[in-house]
């Protein structure tokens, strides 16, 4: 295996590493503070051509594989986990159901707008009694004609008060007992949908959550996504890529939070010695540097399948577990090791720990990453 990026990989982490220490790390805390949502950022990553980085050239995208995208969520997570999740959430839930499973004309309509950062990327599965078990989705989009009807509740979506449409899931059909869940664009200023951005979150307060109220919203048929009926596997398949996104932002938080860890040890003192020469603190950034770098490795490796066709549910389920859970460990004991000051929000440490969090939850808890990875290991 070659573990060396290529030359467009090393230069899209050059460019998106400059970027992120120069323009999204100095506001990190101030927009954690103010939950302040970073959108001068987003129109400078447009004009850098991010926001499309994955999709084809005609739809205004960069035509990069997923290891360049990855590349990128985890620069920008590194220096704020906010920026860093809303731009994953753009990519992997927002852009990729329409570029894998949109008509030509949707994907003119839709992704391009998505590439050149008119509207971000959104995507509806999430509802209030329909998170782990996504099969247990309520929202119904009955069929009148030409349209669909669309009723029902969203809930924790990201970045949808910023996106002029989203993907969203419903059933269209029921059929002894069954579900026919279906994909639908639906665009957030139709009559009838209401986005709430009233919650309250432990961290990531600079990103856009939002819970979506749908009532006799009327979309048309041709905004139907990819086939009547396919919802369910489509989300999946969402899903899967979504996870190495998140996989890639909690190495990019685990990375930040090592960093101010390594240097606080060098500069702090304690009985007359620096922290770095204390073997307990040693062991302690020893195996945060181990794990990140395992962590790394393993999104990587999903990325670079998922870029060959392979198959990459197992790894991308992998990934995203080891990442979030070591992101959890690395952030907990970056605070350990920064003491009092580690519980102050000028430290960076605490607002890292808060973050993390959330990756242990979004895209599938930790829990059901586990059930998939015993499923597709033949359990």
């Known amino acids: 295996m070659n573990f060396e990026l290529s030359e467009e990989q090393k230069l899209i982490q050059k460019t998106i590493r400059e970027f992120a220490e120069e323009e999204v790390a100095p506001g990190a805390l101030e927009r954690d503070q103010l939950r302040k949502f970073p959108n001068d950022i987003f129109k400078e990553l447009g004009k850098l051509g991010m926001l499309g980085l994955p999709f084809e050239e005609k739809y205004g995208g960069g035509a990069a594989d997923t290891i360049s995208f990855a590349i990128v969520v985890e620069e920008l997570s590194r220096a704020c986990g906010s920026t860093g999740i809303t731009y994953s959430a753009h990519i992997s839930l927002g852009g990729a159901p ?13 992704l ?17 009694n329909a998170g782990s078990d996504a099969g247990g989705t309520v929202t119904e989009a009955k069929e009148e004609g ?30 002894n007992g069954e579900k026919e869940i279906s994909a639908i664009i639906v665009p957030t ?42 919802g369910f596997k489509q989300f999946l398949i969402t899903l899967d890529g979504g996870r190495i996104g998140i996989g890639a932002m909690a190495v990019g938080i685990a990375q930040a939070a090592y960093e101010k860890a390594l240097d606080y040890a060098k500069e702090r003192e304690q009985f007359g010695k620096r922290l770095s020469n ?16 395992l962590a790394r490795n393993m999104v990587y490796k999903a990325a670079w399948l998922k870029d060959r066709g392979k198959r990459f549910t197992k790894e991308a389920s992998m990934c995203k577990l080891y990442a979030s859970e070591i992101c959890m460990e690395v952030t907990r004991e970056a605070v350990q090791i920064h003491g009092g000051y580690g519980y102050m929000k000028d430290y960076h440490v605490e607002r890292y720990m808060r973050d993390a969090k959330l990756l242990e939850i979004g895209e599938g808890t930790s829990e059901i990453q586990r059930s998939v990875i015993a499923k597709m290991i033949g359990c």
């Not at 391009?112 to 209030?128: H, K, N, V, W």
């Not at 139709?190 to 009532?215: C, P, Q």
């Not at 204390?278 to 770098?293: G, H, N, R, T, V």
């Open 146 to 175: 030409e349209h669909f009807l669309i009723n029902g509740t969203k809930c924790f979506i990201t970045n949808a008060s910023y996106a002029k449409f989203l993907p969203l899931t419903a059933i269209t059909n029921k059929e």
């Open 189 to 230: 200023d139709a009559e009838g949908f209401k986005i709430l951005n009233s919650y309250d979150k432990m961290g990531l307060h600079a990103s856009n959550t939002t819970e979506l109220v749908l009532e006799d919203v009327k979309v048309s048929r041709e905004n139907l996504l990819g086939g009547k009926g396919k």
């Open 278 to 293: 204390f073997q307990s603190i040693q062991f302690k950034l020893a195996d945060m540097a181990l794990k990140i770098e």
């Open 98 to 110: 329409i570029a894998l499973f949109g008509t030509e004309q949707q994907k003119e309509l839709y």
């Open 112 to 128: 391009t707008q998505i590439c050149t950062g008119e509207s971000l990327g959104a995507f509806g599965l999430t509802e209030p």
